[in-house]
């Protein structure tokens, strides 16, 4: 049985890297570890909530992104698919791939970051690194 990573960002849309990653597995005995990201966006707008409640502005914490993730499994996948669902704070290429080694995944589905050409140069993408260094197919959507 193929355990596909999916990597989505917990405030986009991700739908273009959602319906690729349902028609790979639509039919098969596939399991999925779906893996959300807290973005800064997610993590700022998570920041303010805790302020206006009077709590710490600490670290986010990873319940949050699972929370996420599991919406975001069911919604996608339903029953049809047996599915797993991870929350890391971090969208770094090493964190990604740790969560695929975790899960022992045999393929990644990513969304490409969107980046000038010259911060790409200069910076890499995640998208990139993570098709360099995953050891097993990578599939890349741009633009959920």
């Given amino acids: 049985m193929e355990t596909i990573l999916v990597v989505v960002a917990s405030d986009e849309p991700n739908e273009s890297l959602l319906a690729e990653a349902d028609r790979h597995v639509t039919g098969t005995e596939s399991r999925v570890v779906l893996c959300c990201v807290n973005t800064e966006g997610?993590?700022?707008?998570s920041i303010q909530r805790r302020s206006r409640a009077g709590r710490e502005a600490g670290e986010i914490d990873?319940?949050?992104?699972?929370?996420?993730?599991?919406e975001i499994a069911a919604d996608t996948f339903g029953d049809d698919v047996q599915y797993d669902v991870v929350?890391?704070?971090d969208d770094s290429a090493d964190e990604i791939?740790?969560?695929a080694d975790e899960h022992d995944c045999?393929?990644?589905f990513i969304d490409?970051?969107?980046?000038?050409?010259?911060g790409k140069a200069v910076f890499g993408d995640v998208a990139q690194q993570v098709i360099l260094q995953f050891?097993?197919?990578?599939t890349v959507t741009t633009g959920s």
Avoid at 42 to 45: A, E, G, S, V
Avoid at 62 to 70: G, I
């Fill in 42 to 45: 997610f993590r700022q707008n």
């Fill in 62 to 70: 990873q319940h949050a992104a699972e929370t996420a993730a599991a």
């Fill in 87 to 89: 929350g890391i704070a």
């Fill in 97 to 99: 791939l740790a969560v």
């Fill in 106 to 108: 045999d393929h990644v």
């Fill in 112 to 118: 490409a970051q969107s980046r000038t050409a010259v």
């Fill in 135 to 138: 050891d097993g197919p990578v």
